[in-house]
């Protein structure tokens, strides 16, 4: 089963800016949510941002405002703009497919986290002060 590949981390100073990359199998795109999801050490994970197929997006709350999810339908691509960042953002990020509208649920992370499918390998974000 074709993976979700994640590119894009890097060691950055706080304030700085990183965006990652998400490349998506294909017979994945059109029936799902996409999402990005981080885990620092010795953390619980976390879902930090989704995007359904009409753009609508959600963001966990410590990023609302820093972080921009986006997609490129063409391209099968997810991407997470993330500026301003704080030593907390530090963590490995990965991508994932969660249900359709997930952006509309309530329980935005708690879903996300419980179903989300398609994992890759991660991309290691680091934010030193």
């Known amino acids: 089963q074709a993976q979700f590949v994640e590119s894009g981390g890097g060691s950055v100073e706080a304030g700085g800016s990183l965006r990652l990359s998400c490349a998506v199998p294909?017979?994945?795109?059109?029936?799902?949510?996409m999402v990005w999801i981080r885990q620092a050490a010795n953390k619980e994970r976390e879902a930090v941002a989704g995007i359904d197929s009409d753009d609508n997006t959600k963001y966990t709350a410590s990023v609302e405002g820093r972080f921009t999810i986006s997609k490129d339908d063409a391209q099968f691509t997810v991407y997470l703009q993330m500026d301003s960042l704080k030593p907390e953002d530090t963590a490995m990020y990965y991508c994932a497919a969660a249900p359709a509208g997930c952006t509309r649920r309530p329980q935005f992370e708690e879903l996300v986290l419980v179903t989300a499918t398609g994992w890759g390998q991660g991309t290691q974000v680091s934010v030193f002060s």
């Open positions: 294909a017979y994945r795109w059109n029936a799902h949510c």
